[in-house]
């Protein structure tokens, strides 16, 4: 199944077109994404599910320009990725991607704030002071800035680390299992940061996730298998997500027994 969105119709903060990702050579040629086209909306949280191996992973990479596509082309915005040099990538990745990954990457000797506008310092940027602080006290880490990573929480962490994703105003949030290393809690307070940056900041989120519960905070799901669109999912609940996984699951099941 392929999805196709008019970017006429709809305006998309990113999209694949025709996009494929082989790995290997021969017999050992994996297809980790399979003619893929796709666009996420501006201003939705769109996640993205799939049994391991799906792709689901190698397509946000792809999206935000970690890995080059084997075919077709990447979009953020109307900029397409691959007529960029490495150092054009680098830039666009700084200034116009926020990222949020299961590991926190905050950089240990540098306190919270310190961490928070990090990358607008290294591109010789000033933060917007009114932007700054209205973030902080949206992640609620106002009595924590001063306070270096190995004094926070894996939660604290994680809103440190959304808070850098969102303080350059980018046009996309990418978000890599960002609640994988945190507990219950901590990650529905994680989600819950990232829906409100969708529904008050006008954010737009896209994030790669195994968890029903997470894609449950989402205003869209997509499932990939084996590297191609399989199913679109609006106004997901955990419930209904957890049936299709479950049906993902019997398929490769009896795929397996037919030795397939």
Known sequence: MTTNIDPTVVPDAARAVRVSRVHGEGDTTVRALDDITIGFPRGR??????????????????LAG????????????????GSLSDRQLTRLR?????????????????TALENIVLPASLAGRRSD???LDRVVAAVGLEQRLQHRPGELSGGQQQRVAV???????????????PTGNLDSRAGAEVLALLR?????????????????VAAGYADSVVFLADGRIADHMEAPTPDRV????KAFDRVAAGAGSRGE
């Open 45 to 62: 949280f769109t996640a993205v599910m799939g049994p391991s191996g799906s792709g689901k992973s190698t397509l946000l990479h792809c």
């Open 66 to 81: 970690l890995d080059a596509v084997t075919d077709g082309a990447v979009y953020l915005g109307d900029t397409e990725l």
């Open 94 to 110: 700084r200034d116009r991607i926020g990222f949020v990954f299961q590991a926190f990457n905050l950089l240990p000797t540098m």
């Open 129 to 131: 002071p009114a932007w």
């Open 163 to 177: 808070a850098r994703a969102l303080v350059g105003r980018p046009e996309i949030v990418m978000a890599d299992e």
């Open 196 to 212: 409100n940056a969708v529904d008050e900041l006008g954010q737009t989120v896209l994030m790669v996730t195994h968890d029903p």
């Open 242 to 245: 957890l049936d299709r996984m």
